[in-house]
């Protein structure tokens, strides 16, 4: 079982929704996080538990970035906005600049998760539990 997060900006809601809702039977059974707004979006529209933050210019970002920090976070999905500027760019760099320092695979369009979820459904994430052989998950 898996920890992802799940994060989109507003032009992107639908998108996140439409994805999660095509792949929720690979979703199901890991641990589901989101910021607040999107968390809201993908429940209405599916049978998924996720825990949700508060939204991301209220500090969403921040509070799944300490996950990833702490090692708590398998795989990001963050379909960014990249045509509007948000009023807490800080947290999304920060976020994304988490997941590089720890390795986090992070997808920041549809593209890429597309991908990344194949990559889920056929186990190719065993390596993470590999990797927390070596870097033990800390809890929250
Ligand atoms: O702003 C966000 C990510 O930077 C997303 O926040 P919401 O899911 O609350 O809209």
Redesign the pocket.
């Known amino acids: 079982m898996l920890n992802i997060a799940f994060?989109?900006?507003?032009r992107k809601?639908e998108e996140i929704v439409n994805f999660v809702i095509a792949y929720e039977h690979v979703f199901v059974g890991n641990t589901l996080y989101?910021?607040?707004?999107?968390?809201q979006r993908i429940m209405e529209n599916t049978k998924l538990s996720i825990h949700r933050f508060?939204?991301?210019?209220?500090g969403?970002?921040q509070q799944i970035g300490a996950l990833i920090a702490q090692n708590e976070m398998d795989l990001v999905i963050?379909l960014?906005d990249p045509l509007m500027a948000?009023p807490?760019e800080p947290?999304?760099t920060a976020?994304l600049r988490l997941c590089d320092v720890h390795g986090i695979p992070v997808a920041t369009n549809v593209a890429t998760a597309e991908i990344l979820v194949r990559a889920l459904d056929r186990g190719d994430f065993g390596w993470r539990e590999l990797v927390d052989l070596h870097r033990p998950r800390l809890g929250v």
């Open positions: 994060i989109a900006h507003d809601k989101s910021t607040g707004t999107t968390g508060l939204s991301g210019p209220l969403g970002d963050f960014r948000q807490h947290d999304i976020l």
